[in-house]
């Protein structure tokens, strides 16, 4: 088998959108090897480094950022998780999460300095069908809306793609969270539908917005991030000249 240049998969022609012997429609035949998981590994850019989740040294600054009366509490709303009672019951937790492999937790941390500003995870993760997910997600607000929250998806979604060969990548999120769902379109994923009445999630009901990018968006989708990322994008007062909506919005839904 061989693989194409961006993925663990290609299309047989002669095979493709053809019937059985009782005439029943079948799927795109493939040449096809399962992608290999994702290891607990950094991937650097030039404004973050996204690296495995280190609860020893983590703890502490994380709690600092997502707890009060320092950091921004509103980051829980949409995550599984409540606030914690205190840096002890954060470390805990983040201990177990450090072990598991799926979610795999990174944590989001300054190029420069290492300072952690956030966390993210591969989950979901089903090598046999090309199938990853992006979730867990929270960004400090130091982190948000820049240049380097763009970066750490681009990172990871690289990574995915290019090197692990997954042909499918996921964006889930609370079909209530707005600033979620806009990320996910401005980061080129395709909205796919909302799953109604999908978990129960601290006492409450959660629509699942579902979206996703595939390897055959994402070639166009990866020059996009390296456009708008590229300093010629940026002005000496960090305006962008172009938008990554903007270089997203036009490309074709695949």
């Not at 979620?180 to 601290?202: C, I, M, N, P, W």
Request: with cysteine; proline share 7%; net charge negative.
């Amino acid at each position: 088998m061989v693989a194409s240049p961006r993925g663990a998969h290609r299309s047989l022609d002669s095979l493709a959108e053809v019937s059985n012997r009782v005439d029943q429609p079948l799927g795109e035949a493939l040449e096809w090897r399962a992608a290999r998981r994702p290891e607990r590994r950094e991937h650097r850019g030039a404004h973050v480094v996204v690296r495995p989740l280190n609860p020893e040294s983590d703890t502490e600054p994380l709690y600092a950022l997502s707890h009060a009366p320092t950091g921004d509490p509103s980051i829980w709303t949409y995550l599984y998780e409540q606030p914690f009672a205190d840096v002890r019951a954060y470390r805990d937790h983040l201990e177990a999460r450090a072990a598991g492999e799926d979610p795999l937790f990174f944590v989001i941390a300054d190029a420069q300095d290492g300072r952690p500003l956030g966390q993210v995870t591969y989950m979901s993760i089903e090598p046999e069908h090309g199938s990853i997910e992006l979730g867990n997600i929270w960004f400090s607000p130091e982190l948000q809306r820049t240049p380097a929250a763009t970066e750490a998806i681009f990172l990871l979604a690289a990574h995915a793609f290019d090197e692990l060969g997954y042909r499918r990548l996921e964006w889930k999120c609370n079909a209530l969270n707005a600033p979620s769902r806009d990320a996910a379109l401005r980061y080129g994923f395709v909205y796919e539908g909302t799953f109604r009445q999908h978990r129960v999630v601290k006492g409450r009901n959660r629509d699942s917005a579902w979206f996703a990018l595939t390897d055959r968006r994402w070639p166009a989708v990866r020059a996009a991030f390296e456009s708008w990322l590229a300093p010629a994008n940026f002005g000496p007062d960090g305006a962008q000249a172009r938008s990554l909506r903007e270089l997203t919005v036009a490309i074709a839904a695949n």
